[in-house]
């Protein structure tokens, strides 16, 4: 016999004692929701077999009174707040009965789909509820419900997209969040050249939460959902510098991970370089370690060769190549074990074999790894004849044909000079070359000048202390300043050139150019030494005869800079030269004038000297020494962005180690490090976050000093609330409180 059809009298007797407990039973736990959902499903269709004749038609009662029971069950969790787990798993239970319910009937004009579009459009009413819990639960339902909806028809989706682009723009953050993810789902099958005219993309609108929305699990929810595609990737790039660690780690795990990325080199060199200088700079250690796993997949895509993976960087002009390939070292020990220097490595040398050579002995060397690179390093003789070699083919380039070739062969030069600096020259055999080769090769004029200092640490390494390193470098400029011209023999110990005709504008520029290059060899020498002035009385002669001339040189502006530099870098040697000169780079720095290249590097020598010597000594014969303060108030009012970043650097180093105490100088830098003008200043900015916590954080006295300053500051900025992006009053106070906490003093 056929099974009898329900009577309307199931509808009212029966079907409200059923559903509630079916309900009542997903509400403790997800365990049962697939029974509890194939069960709702069935009371659904018997209702859907209740109909009524009407004169109209047929009335589909039953489906109705399923639908009302239905939403009044969705109805009780509305108002229930977010973190509540009845409720959710509720949300969980309505998810999966519509996707289940969608795909046993993907039919139009059915039961399901009308019960579906019934649902829906209930709790899209409930959008602009003012209960936030309510907005929350209905924005929650909704996108929860999208990937089960199936088709929808054109009024359903035009309304749906509306209601989750107002809730993205909810002032409740776990409202917005919700709001993201549902727009995620609906975008992915969004196709934008069928947008109405006016119509935002909605991969705008979760690009702009992801850049723009103050709330963190906003962004991250927008992180989340957003697709790894060529628009978005550069917004994605953006959130490594985002405030929040978590955002970020996720960022390296997830959007830059092997899963979403599967090749880095869909990324620019600039980009890729960026993202690991984040991530491997990024204070949180679980940001750093995520970057270095992004790393290890990215080796990965590489098939594990070390090689293939430094081409994805610019190990030529960069130091980002450098920290991704110690990661690799570290956190990948397969790597490091698998490298052979044998003699094939070094028949061909690119510029990333170089590198990899220069950077596994540095590792070696600081990781008390000797026992490996004796292992993999040829001997310091070979070393040298190779070195030699490369050095040639860089002589034999031309540079005005290819430039970057040059580059390339000069870059690989130079990180072999780096891999000599760090081997073991007791071999004596070995060590006469590698000195005889240095020697020979900064004497050259052909020399470019990235290789100088690298040629100086060479000498530096292998001469007897610094006084026979002076020795070596006074002969070295006296020998590229005479050459074989004309020379003045008034002092046997210290032949001098005869000066160029005036009239042989050529002769001169050759001869300015021989001044340069001696000024940039004295300058890569001052930089490593340290014995007293007086002991080295052999480096006189260079003073008077290239570095103070260079000085006075108004004709040569590079000649100038490159000599003030070297009589800055003599003055940090010997107080009493500094003394009597600190005058001349006062002068320098107020005669400027536009010059902003030259008032950084002179404002550079002036703040140094004020470090390294006694400041009452040092400014004796300038000035008073209670005018420094307004010296360097002064310098903290500098027009131009570097400058002024040079000018706060100097100064905050002053003031960290205690040699300048003076509170309107301190005021000065907090006000600096609040001004919108400032904002842009990356530079200043990252060093006063630094400085002015640790400043009040090492000393109860530079507390106390705070706290003078303190009222002057909030009453600057109280004034000045109104100016366009200005930080907010309370964000000052807030900081410069916790700067003041006396429990945080060390």
Known sequence: MAPTRPSVDYLTETLPSVVPPIFDQAQGTTANHRKNIVQLRKVQEKCAEITEKTPKGERLVGERAFSSIFIDMVNRILPVKKGVGVADRIVKFVAGYVTYITEQDAEDDT??????????????AGMEAKDKNVRFRVTLLVASLINGLGEVDDDMYQLLRHCLIERSRDKEAVVRVQAAVGLAKLQSGEDEDDLEEGQEPLSQILLDLLRYDPAVEVRRAAVYNLPTAPETLPHLLARTRDVDPILRRTVFMGSLGAAHLPDARVLSIAQRENVVQNGLGDRDPTVRKAAAAMLGGWLDQA??????LLTRFDVVSSNVAEDALISVLVTRPEVFDGIELDDAWWTSLTPEKAFLARVFTEYCVNNNKTNRLEEVMPVVTALAFKIQDEYNKLVGLNVDEDEDKVTEQAFIVGELLRVAVNLDYADEIGRRKMFQL???????????ETLIPRCMDVLSKITNGERDLIRLIVDVVTELRVGDG?????????????????????ARRREALIDYRCLLICTSLLERVNSPWQDNTVFHGLLHDVIIPAVRNKEELALRDQGLICLGLCCMIDQSMATDTFVLFMQQMNAAGEDDELRGKVMKIVLDLLMVHDIATLVAKTMSVDAVPALLSHMLQQ???????????????LMLAGMVTDATVLQHLVLLYFHPDTADNQPLRQCLSYFLPVYCYSSSDNQRRMLEVFPLVFANFAQNEEEEDATPVAQIGLMMVDWLDPHKAV
Do not use: C, Y
Request: net charge negative; no cysteine.
């Open 438 to 448: 240095a020697r020979e090769m900064i004497s050259q004029g052909s020399l470019p």
């Open 303 to 308: 098939d594990g060769d070390v090689l293939q």
């Open 111 to 124: 039961m399901t789909s009308r019960f579906v579009a019934k649902l829906l459009k209930h709790l899209l």
């Open 639 to 653: 027009d131009v962005p570097e400058v002024l970043a040079v000018a706060v650097e100097g100064v905050a180093k």
């Open 486 to 506: 004309d020379v003045e023999t008034q002092d046997p110990s210290r032949p001098t050139r005869v000066p160029a005709p005036a009239d042989d504008p050529e």
